[in-house]
């Protein structure tokens, strides 16, 4: 790989795994989305240049989620490890992929940059916004193949 | 309790659901009335442009799918006015012209030159001009040339770079040679040939949107122009010339463009397209919150401040919400498609 972009940045603990409940295992009980559950499908996404997670990176966390499950909505803010980070249209993008995957489609998923954490918070959140250019990169086959990495099975 | 609500029950049977039609897979980005009204055309990510009929039971099929145009989402399909050739746009950089002269429905000639995907097509009144516009931030137009047994020619004549951004949309001027675009770059741009050199030259770009214009509609006088938005608004546009009474200033270029009405706090989302009914001077509005919206001008509207009343929200589909047009024929007749992959025809009724 080339020149890493931020050769030496913070790693945090992973959080602990969710606890089931007596009602997760009961199937008449209505188990509505919450942050936490958001959180658990995006958190193992792999930097694209760090072997490590969106979590250990403090790029995602779970106080940055809202999720309004009679709304569907859904609304993610990560923070990019520098704030000239060049992946961060790449994470965003893997991010949104990941929930457009996981997600029933009545979800309305947005994916911004936590405000401040980025020089180009504007035109990156734009971007993540305009569903047309989103559909367009991922008709990409070169792109999918490097979002699909970072949305694969989590590195140990 | 408001006094109008959309739950309220007698506002809901103003907009009569008269069929859906379900066939492509995946997200519908666009359809076209043809001018008869008794065709349409629509396309999507399926790659496949579906030509819907109505059947001798009176319901609308996809009498022909078209598969083998292009090898990217089909962004956006136009008829022709003349109804015989039907032009679509492609992620794939290309434009593809269908015609029916063998019979069957034909891809004819594929325009090349964009360097990236191809948002949107739309051919002049006349029938003689074709536009399209890019991701690559250009507008292009094309000329027709076509002779009796011969084939059909397309030139580009201009290659325009107005936009610093994406452009999304084209629009021809209802009655005259003007074309009108929308950007990523939040504005709107028209153009037209310089009488003296037959050059296409670029008005002054029309500024006030803060985010993406996702689409433009001209009003039955081409004076009026109406633009949605990724910043959830609606905006409406007059036409002012040299000779106007409010002593608005024109640039040597005659006419200037002026933003005279804004509707905010109806969208809760983007606004991804909105057409403006010649016939019935109704504004409807496709929105990102699922929601098709009608609007009308009041009756005791100021021209030079216009007023727009909501008429109508409908819960139209269970995703986005991505094109509206209004029936070329019958008043009130809409068709609306979505990312849930279906199209939906309904009827307006004013309590009129």
């Known amino acids: ?156 | 309790m408001p006094l109008m609500t959309v739950e309220n029950q007698s506002e809901k049977e103003k907009m009569k659901l008269l069929q859906t039609l379900t066939g492509h897979l995946g997200r519908v980005w666009s359809a076209s009335w043809h001018p008869s009204g008794t065709i349409f055309a629509s396309c999507g990510e399926d790659k496949t442009i579906h030509v819907w009929m109505k059947n001798d039971a009176d319901r609308w099929i996809a009498e022909t799918v078209l598969t083998k145009g292009h090898t990217r989402t089909i962004r956006d399909v136009a008829w022709s006015c003349c109804g015989h050739y039907l032009a679509s746009a492609s992620f794939d950089t290309t434009v593809a012209v269908w015609d029916k002269k063998s019979g069957e429905f034909e891809c004819n000639a594929t325009l090349e030159g964009h360097d990236n995907e191809v948002k949107s097509v739309t051919w002049s009144r006349s029938g003689g001009m074709l536009a399209t516009c890019s991701r690559d931030k250009s507008v292009w137009i094309w000329e027709v040339h076509s002779a009796p047994d011969q084939e059909d020619e397309y030139e580009c004549v201009a290659v325009l770079n107005g936009h610093t951004q994406d452009v999304k949309k084209v629009c021809w001027h209802p009655h005259e040679d003007i074309l009108a675009s929308a950007s990523y770059d939040n504005t709107i741009r028209m153009y037209r040939q310089d009488a003296a050199d037959n050059e296409w030259e670029m008005l002054e770009p029309m500024e006030s949107h803060s985010s993406t214009v996702w689409s433009i509609s001209f009003d039955a006088t081409g004076k009026r122009l109406a633009s949605c938005s990724e910043d959830k608004t609606i905006k409406i546009w007059q036409q002012y010339g040299p000779d106007n009474t409010l002593g608005i200033p024109c640039p040597d270029k005659g006419t200037v463009w002026k933003c005279v009405c804004t509707l905010s706090g109806f969208h809760t989302r983007s606004v991804y397209d909105i057409d403006w009914c010649k016939r019935t001077g109704l504004l409807a509005t496709a929105c990102g919150d699922d929601m098709v919206r009608i609007f009308r001008e009041a009756a005791d509207s100021d021209p030079n401040e216009p007023t727009f009343e909501l008429l109508e929200t409908v819960m139209a589909h269970y995703q986005d919400a991505n094109k509206v047009a209004w029936h070329p024929v019958i008043p009130g007749m809409l068709l609306t498609a979505s990312d849930d992959g279906k199209i939906k025809l309904w009827q307006y009724e004013d309590e009129a």
């Open chain 1, 1 to 156: 790989m080339a020149e890493l972009e931020n050769i030496n940045p913070n790693v945090y603990k992973k959080c602990e795994d969710r606890k089931l409940t007596k009602d997760d295992e009961d199937e008449d009980v209505v188990d509505p989305f919450d942050e936490r559950e958001i959180f658990d499908l995006i958190r193992n996404i792999n930097d694209p240049e760090h072997p490590l997670t969106l979590e250990e990176l403090h790029v995602l966390e779970q106080s940055l989620i809202t999720v309004d499950n009679e709304k569907n909505s859904v609304s993610i803010l990560f923070t990019p490890t520098i704030p000239h980070c060049s992946m961060a249209t790449l994470i965003g993008l893997s991010i949104r992929v990941k929930l457009l995957r996981a997600l029933p489609p009545r979800f309305k998923v947005s994916v911004e940059i936590n405000p401040g954490t980025h020089a180009s918070e504007h035109s990156v959140n734009k971007q993540l916004t305009d569903k047309e250019r989103v559909a367009a990169a991922l008709e990409n086959t070169h792109l999918m193949e490097v979002i699909n990495q970072c949305i694969g099975t989590p590195l140990k």
